[in-house]
C-alpha cells in the first residue's frame, strides 16, 4: 500500500491553463504539505496543513491555492498556469506539527512533474 | 541565503569506494534528517538525528551531528551502484518549517 499518492505523476499543459494535483496519505498523519523542486533540485515548501488548517504559506503566488477536504488529502490547484510553474511538485505528510516535531520525518509521494508550455 | 548548505554538490564515485557527504547549518540545529531521493522519485527517509554527538547507522550509510558546528555528516561505507541518487539533509526550525539542504548528487561507476 502506498503511504503517500499523488495523481497525475506526470502533467503536461499550456500556459494559461487551470490544472490540479491530488494527494492522499494512508498513515494516519494530521499534517501535510506541499513542496516544490525546482530544475537544481532545491525543495521549497509551499503549503502545510495541519487537520485541514493552513499553517504555513511560503511566498507562492495566489495562483496555487491548497484544498484540504479531510486530513488525508491535499490538493494543490494552479491557476493561470506559466512557464516558471513548471517543476516537480511534492506532496508530503508527518505526525502532528507541535511539540514532537521535531521527532517526526516528513514521508513523501513520489512527486508530479507539470510541464508548462 | 540557503540555510542548510550541503557539500559537495556532486560527487562521483567508483564502486566499492567510502564517501562523506556534510550539511552545514546557518542556524541552530533541532534535530536534522537525512533523506534519499533516486532520481525521478520521491524522497526516502534515512535516518533522523537529534542530539549532539548522535551517530546512527542504516546498512552501510552513517550519519553524526555534531551540535555546536550545526553540522552533520553522512558517510557510505563500500558504496554500491544502488546508493546512486541525491541526497538531502532537512531540519526545522523554530517556525516548524521543514526546509531542505541543497542536495548532494551522488553517482557511482560499477
Known amino acids: 500500500d502506498t503511504a503517500v499518492s499523488q495523481t497525475p505523476k506526470y502533467l503536461v499543459t499550456q500556459m494559461g491553463n487551470d490544472k490540479s494535483i491530488k494527494c492522499e496519505q494512508n498513515l494516519g498523519h494530521d499534517t501535510m504539505y506541499w513542496y516544490k523542486q525546482d530544475s537544481k533540485k532545491f525543495l521549497k515548501i509551499m503549503f502545510s496543513?495541519?487537520?485541514?488548517?493552513?499553517?504555513i504559506n511560503e511566498t507562492v503566488p495566489n495562483r496555487f491555492s491548497p484544498k484540504s477536504p479531510d486530513k488525508a488529502h491535499l490538493n494543490l490547484h494552479i491557476n493561470s498556469l506559466e512557464l516558471g510553474d513548471s517543476a516537480v511538485y511534492f506532496c508530503?505528510?508527518?505526525?502532528?506539527?507541535?511539540?514532537?516535531?521535531?521527532?517526526?520525518?516528513?514521508?513523501f509521494g513520489n512527486g508530479t512533474r507539470l510541464t508548462v508550455t | 541565503s540557503q540555510e542548510l548548505e550541503q557539500s559537495p554538490q556532486s560527487l562521483i564515485v567508483q564502486e566499492g569506494k567510502n564517501l562523506t557527504i556534510n550539511c552545514t547549518s546557518s542556524?541552530?540545529?533541532?534535530?536534522l534528517y537525512w533523506y534519499k531521493q533516486k532520481y525521478g522519485e520521491g524522497l526516502i527517509f534515512l535516518m533522523m538525528l537529534q542530539k549532539g554527538g548522535e551517530e546512527k547507522s542504516h546498512e552501510k550509510i552513517t550519519a553524526k551531528l555534531d551540535e555546536k558546528k550545526q553540522q552533520s555528516s553522512l558517510h557510505i561505507t563500500a558504496s554500491q551502484p544502488s546508493h546512486a541518487g541525491i541526497y538531502l539533509c532537512?531540519?526545522?526550525?523554530?517556525?516548524?518549517?521543514?526546509?531542505f539542504g541543497t542536495g548532494t548528487s551522488l553517482t557511482v561507476i560499477p
Open positions: 532537512g531540519a526545522a526550525n523554530t517556525g516548524n518549517q521543514f526546509y
Open positions: 508530503a505528510s508527518s505526525r502532528y506539527l507541535g511539540q514532537g516535531f521535531y521527532n517526526s520525518p516528513l514521508h
Open positions: 496543513y495541519n487537520n485541514k488548517e493552513l499553517i
Open positions: 542556524k541552530t540545529l533541532y534535530g
